[in-house]
């Protein structure tokens, strides 16, 4: 079964707007990863955030995590229509040799 | 470099026909991966391999096979392909470690597989 789940499952805004997505997973990690797919592409990693973080930043991006929640946020601030993807969050599976993903947020900016 | 390629980009198969996913990477990585994509499903691991020689089950591996002869290589095969295989295939690589960098998978443009 699927270690991350994301919500929302869709999100519309407008450029300019914040876009928060939020992940939730069920067992005990060392990390947590976000990716991002364009449409017909493959994944790309965005940010790691460990398990002893709290809240990691890197550019335009915002990770939180809340390991007694199990969940984590990816927030993008001053969206652009190139952010126009699907986010997934990851975590490892039990041995660590693998990553598992969450059915991913769809997010769509218009201009 | 390359990083991670994938061969065919697109293949019809009939159900029942036979057929091998290839790929390929270049960044001398020990732990090759592949995942199928359906829509609302997300990524589903079906095999992964931890170094060359070796291969482990994923979360969907039924009528899948897998092997690593070489490091920069990782076969998906399908022997006997059926309607319900139709799927994006995505094949991603990394390198064993706990540095951020290591944790970081590499994903492939994807195989789009038809079986009708």
């Known amino acids: 079964s699927q270690q991350g789940e994301e919500d929302p499952q869709a999100l519309s805004i407008q450029e300019g707007e914040n876009a928060t997505m939020n992940c939730s997973y069920k067992?005990?990690?060392?990390?947590l990863q976000w990716y991002r797919q364009n449409s017909g592409r493959g994944l790309v990693h965005l940010i790691l955030?460990?398990?002893?973080?709290r809240e990691k930043h890197s550019g335009r991006l915002r990770v939180t995590l809340d390991t007694s929640k199990k969940s984590s946020s990816l927030l993008i601030t001053a969206s652009r229509a190139a952010d126009t993807a699907s986010y997934f969050c990851a975590t490892a599976n039990q041995a660590g040799t693998a990553l598992i993903f969450g059915k991913g947020t769809t997010l769509s900016v218009s201009s | 470099n390359a990083g991670v390629t994938q061969t065919p980009k697109f293949r019809v198969l009939k159900t029942g026909q036979s057929m091998t996913l290839l790929c390929a990477q270049d960044?001398?990585?020990?732990?090759m991966y592949w995942y199928r994509q359906d829509p609302g499903m997300g990524l589903r691991l079906i095999h992964y391999s931890v170094g060359e020689g070796t291969t482990a089950k994923g979360e969907v591996p039924d009528g899948y096979n897998v092997s690593r002869l070489k490091k920069q290589n990782f076969l998906l095969g399908l022997e006997s392909a059926a309607p319900s295989q139709t799927s994006v295939y995505f094949c991603a690589s990394r390198n064993p470690g706990l540095r951020s960098d290591q944790e970081t998978q590499y994903f492939g443009p994807g195989t789009r597989l038809l079986v009708l």
């Open positions: 067992t005990s990690i060392n990390n």
């Open positions: 960044m001398n990585h020990e732990y």
């Open positions: 955030i460990r398990s002893n973080e």
